[in-house]
């Protein structure tokens, strides 16, 4: 059964930074594109950004463009998302998620395994 678990998440003033984590188990991460989405209270769950498989392209945002890095470590089989200069409109829950299909360039319906989710709250 795959699991995957964010952590990381916290409180933080507007402009900092945080790192949040994502461990899966159940399955070697090496073949597959993770992503990361956010859902903020009373709206819908959104895409924040996404690492291919190979780990040689990622993809963001406008929102979060330049800004947010996603990265991975398929040793520690453990995706990343580096938040800097972070917004009080970024608070929300965030999730990381995976698609099903290894050796895949998933669209954002295609992320259909979900971690529990981490909450990252930004004071202004």
């Known amino acids: 059964q795959v699991q995957l678990v964010e952590s990381g998440g916290g409180l933080v003033q507007a402009g900092g930074s945080l790192r949040l984590s994502c461990a899966t188990s159940g399955r070697t991460i090496s073949n597959y594109a993770m992503g990361w989405f956010r859902q903020a209270a009373g709206k819908e769950r959104e895409f924040v950004g996404r690492?291919?498989?190979?780990?040689?392209?990622?993809y963001y945002a406008d929102s979060v463009k330049g800004r947010f890095t996603v990265s991975r470590d398929n040793a520690l089989n453990t995706v990343y998302l580096h938040m800097n200069s972070l917004k009080p409109e970024d608070t929300a829950v965030y999730y990381c998620a995976s698609p099903r299909r290894p050796f895949t360039t998933p669209q954002v319906d295609d992320f259909v395994l979900w971690g529990q989710g981490t909450q990252v709250t930004v004071s202004s």
């Open positions: 690492i291919t498989w190979s780990g040689g392209r990622t």
